[in-house]
C-alpha cells in the first residue's frame, strides 16, 4: 500500500521521553519532505517539525527547540521525531504528513495539499 503510518506515541509524564516514526510504504521518504504535525483539543493543528530528504535541511517551531530532534533513516525509510522534556503543552495527536520538492520551512508553514497523509498517534502527557 501507499500510505504513512506513524507510532511510538503514549502516555508520559512531564520530562520524560518518547520516540515517534513515521514509517513509508509504496515510495521513498528520501525524495520527500516530511512533517510533524500535531492536533490538541481546541487548539489548532500546529507544525512541530519539518525535514527535507534531498538535503536534510530541519526546522523546528519554538517551542519545541533544544527539546526535539527530526532525522531520517533511508535504510528503514522511516522518519522519526525524538522528543524529550515533554511538557503537558505537547499533548496531542501527531501526525506525519509527506510532500514532492518542497523546503523543510515551507512544510511546516503550510496546511496542505500533501501526498500523503497518516492516521496519527495519540501523545499525552500528564502526571
Known amino acids: 500500500q501507499v500510505q504513512v503510518v506513524e507510532s511510538g506515541g503514549g502516555l508520559v509524564q512531564p520530562g520524560g521521553s518518547l520516540r515517534l516514526s513515521c514509517t513509508a510504504s509504496g515510495f521513498a521518504l528520501h525524495y520527500y519532505t516530511i512533517g510533524w504535525f500535531r492536533q490538541a483539543p481546541g487548539k489548532e493543528r500546529e507544525a512541530v517539525s519539518c525535514?527535507?530528504?534531498?538535503?536534510?535541511?530541519?526546522y523546528y517551531t519554538d517551542s519545541v527547540k533544544g527539546r526535539f530532534a527530526i532525522s531520517e533513516d533511508d535504510a528503514k525509510n522511516t522518519v522519526y521525531l525524538e522528543m524529550n522534556s515533554l511538557e503537558p503543552e505537547d499533548t496531542g495527536v501527531y501526525h506525519c504528513a509527506a510532500k514532492r520538492v518542497t523546503t523543510a520551512r515551507q512544510m511546516c508553514a503550510s496546511y496542505g495539499p500533501y501526498d500523503y497523509w497518516g492516521q496519527g498517534t495519540q501523545v499525552t502527557v500528564s502526571s
Open positions: 525535514i527535507r530528504g534531498g538535503d536534510g535541511s530541519t
